[in-house]
């Protein structure tokens, strides 16, 4: 599975800003897909994830209530919107393919990471 990321950039603080991560490859599984995320200097941290369906959706304590992760499977496509983005949201985003929303959300594990997409919140 390859993962082709989109949408990064520079915004200032309070700003949004929608990622995008089409998938391509063997896309006939039925996969959990999410973010990741990392930092200058820390350590990788997981953002969100959703199920294949989309019924089951999960998001970091830390962007709870402003970041909302989708998908459309038609377009085996995941997007990530962000809402009110603080200067601490300022990392390269990562999109991820996993066996489910546990593992991707609570093991923080994943099968195929695609290259990142760096977002940068101004203060």
């Known amino acids: 599975v390859q993962l082709q990321a989109s949408g990064g950039g520079l915004v200032q603080s309070g700003g949004s800003l929608r990622l995008s991560c089409a998938a391509s490859g063997r896309t006939d599984r039925r996969y959990a897909m999410g973010w990741f995320r990392q930092a200058p200097g820390l350590e990788r941290e997981y953002v969100a994830a959703?199920?294949?369906?989309?019924?089951?959706?999960a998001t970091a304590d830390s962007v709870k209530g402003r970041f909302t992760i989708s998908r459309d499977n038609a377009k085996n496509t995941i997007y990530l919107q962000m809402n009110s983005l603080k200067p601490e949201d300022t990392a390269v985003y990562y999109c991820?393919?996993?066996?489910?929303?546990?593992?991707?959300?609570?093991?923080?594990?994943?099968?195929?990471r695609g290259q990142g997409t760096l977002v940068t919140v101004s203060s």
């Open positions: 959703i199920s294949w369906t989309g019924s089951f959706r």
């Open positions: 991820v393919v996993g066996e489910s929303t546990r593992t991707l959300s609570q093991g923080g594990s994943y099968d195929y």
